[in-house]
């Protein structure tokens, strides 16, 4: 079945850099786009973007261009997203989901980034 | 692009129907038919419930059901069951390759 596997929690420093990577399994990787979501804690979904995972073109939520990059290696069905500067406010759950129908599904377990003040 | 306007809470007793609204612009909602619902229990990762508006993926109980007028959106939950208890998301295109999310609502079953 349709499956994306997170890389491990990660504790970074404020103004690093952190780069969460997602293996897709069960179905052909370049057939569909993935996108970025991430959830501070007690928040709500926040949309970060999207990588075409074809050709490797990207589209950024405006709050966060600048300081996202996401990237895709087809050898290994994996997406990435590395964010940068990293500051408090960017502690959060971030998912991984295959965009499908214009939605998301299924979606990845998650990875913990935690900035500590 | 702002967030979606969802209300905090509802709730609902077992074997009652809840609505939950969640309002945008025509620039989003209103302008194109790919909202989605997602829901979400504690600790886990969010489940695609709806999408292109109404639509519901395999698996997914016909207890749930969504539709659109104007800018508003609308997820109902027929029937509530306590595994219905959780926190359910909206989602909209908003054209040029971008999303926006709803700022969520807790379902309470009674």
């Known amino acids: 079945q349709v499956q994306l596997v997170q890389s491990g929690a990660e504790v970074k420093k404020p103004g690093a850099s952190v780069k969460v990577s997602c293996k897709a399994a069960g179905y052909t990787f370049t057939t569909d786009h993935m996108h970025w979501v991430r959830q501070a804690p007690g928040q709500g979904l926040e949309w970060m973007g999207i990588?075409?995972?074809?050709?490797?073109?990207?589209s950024y939520a405006l709050q966060f261009q600048g300081r996202v990059t996401m990237t895709r290696d087809t050898s290994t069905s994996t997406v990435y997203m590395e964010l940068s500067s990293l500051r408090c406010e960017d502690t959060a759950v971030y998912y991984c989901?295959?965009?499908?129908?214009?939605?998301?599904?299924?979606w990845g377990q998650g990875t913990l980034v935690t900035v500590p003040s | 692009q702002s967030a979606l306007t969802q209300p905090p809470s509802a709730s609902g007793s077992p074997g009652q129907s809840v609505t939950i609204s969640c309002t945008g612009t025509s620039s989003d909602v209103g302008g194109y038919n790919y909202v989605s619902w997602y829901q979400q229990h504690p600790g886990k990762a969010p489940k695609l419930m709806i999408y292109?508006?109404?639509k519901r993926p395999s698996g997914v109980p016909d207890r749930f059901s969504g539709c659109k007028s104007g800018n508003t959106a609308s997820l109902t939950v027929s029937g509530l069951q306590a595994e219905d208890d959780a926190d359910y998301y909206c989602?909209?295109?908003?054209?040029?390759?971008?999303?926006?999310f709803g700022g969520g609502t807790k379902l309470t079953v009674l």
């Open positions: 989602c909209s295109y908003a054209g040029s390759y971008n999303w926006v």
């Open positions: 292109e508006v109404s």
């Open positions: 989901a295959r965009a499908v129908f214009f939605a998301g599904d299924p």
């Open positions: 990588i075409k995972t074809r050709d490797g073109s990207t």
